[in-house]
């Protein structure tokens, strides 16, 4: 079973699409059509209903995907016109094997960028949890992470803002080395979520081909792991602060003729 908000086209479509790639038997049901029984339904010392998630038609759904619906959003739901809490109910179906999650609630756990920070601090401390090589990843590729700004107004140095759990740049603010705001996005969705702060590097620029012509944009690149193996590449383009609104440019490769 395939579940995305229908009245949010991109989650929509996205869902409708990986459902075509998938090549199994599967239908769509919006996230709001689902039907949660919270409690096994017994009556005459016979099952006549089971707890778990179903269709409108009554179908029980043994795998549901959700493609991007945050799992912070899910623990918070509750059902139209009361109070119940169907998401923690959902999710403790996954617990109890009532129910296959996708992508499951262990993804949450590294989806906090507080693990960035946490990961930072081990880095700094040279605690023997990395070997020595991890450390060196880490001095190469990971940028210095905070759960406060102290280290980087101490060294007047620029810094950047983030919700631990938030995307699309939403409520992301760039700050000056003195703690001042010199950019911040519109969106503040997370304005009252638990902040990280992030040495800043300025992302590279290049002129792209838009819908409105040639465009000077920041370029961010994004790497996919599975199973800890690199699957796939991304680029996105847009402003300083990447938001919803930038592009996502397509990646080829050619070959050229006559060269060996």
């Known amino acids: 079973m395939f579940t995305s908000h229908p009245d949010h086209e991109e989650d929509y479509f996205t ?10 038997p599967s239908q769509y049901v ?4 689902l039907q949660i029984i919270e409690e096994d339904f017994i009556n005459g010392g016979q099952m006549v209903l089971e707890s778990g998630v179903y269709t409108p038609e009554g179908e029980r ?33 996954v617990k109890d094997n009532k ?3 996708l992508n499951p609630p262990s993804a949450f756990l590294l989806q906090s960028k507080a693990v960035q920070a946490i990961i930072w601090g081990l880095y700094e401390e040279e605690h023997p949890y ?6 060196e990843w880490i001095g190469e ?15 007047n140095q620029k810094h950047v803002g983030k919700p631990a759990f938030g995307r699309e740049g939403d409520t992301v603010v760039i700050y000056n080395g003195d703690g001042r705001k010199i950019a911040e996005d519109r969106q503040k969705t997370y304005r009252d979520s638990l902040q990280v702060f992030q040495e800043y590097i300025s992302l590279p620029t ?17 790497c996919f792991y599975v199973h800890h193996l690199p699957m796939a590449i991304g680029i996105r383009a ?6 919803n609104h930038s592009y996502h440019l397509p990646i080829g490769i050619y070959e050229l003729k006559g060269e060996n």
Do not use: C, N, W
């Not at 959700?66 to 959902?90: C, F, M, N, W």
């Not at 990395?130 to 450390?135: L, P």
């Not at 847009?238 to 938001?243: A, N």
């Open 15 to 24: 869902t409708l699409y990986l459902q075509k790639l998938s090549k199994v």
């Open 206 to 222: 290049h002129t792209i081909q838009t819908e409105k012509g040639k465009q000077l944009a920041h370029i961010m690149y994004g």
């Open 61 to 93: 759904i043994d795998i549901l995907y959700r493609p991007t619906y945050p799992v912070e959003h899910l623990v918070e739901d509750v059902a139209k016109g009361s109070q119940d809490k169907i998401g923690e109910t959902l999710l403790r179906f």
């Open 30 to 33: 919006p996230l709001s059509d």
């Open 99 to 101: 129910l296959i999650l």
């Open 141 to 155: 590729h990971f940028l210095a992470t905070y759960l406060e700004p102290d280290s980087f107004v101490q060294s």
């Open 238 to 243: 847009g402003g300083q602060i990447t938001d």
């Open 130 to 135: 990395f070997t020595e090589e991890e450390q």
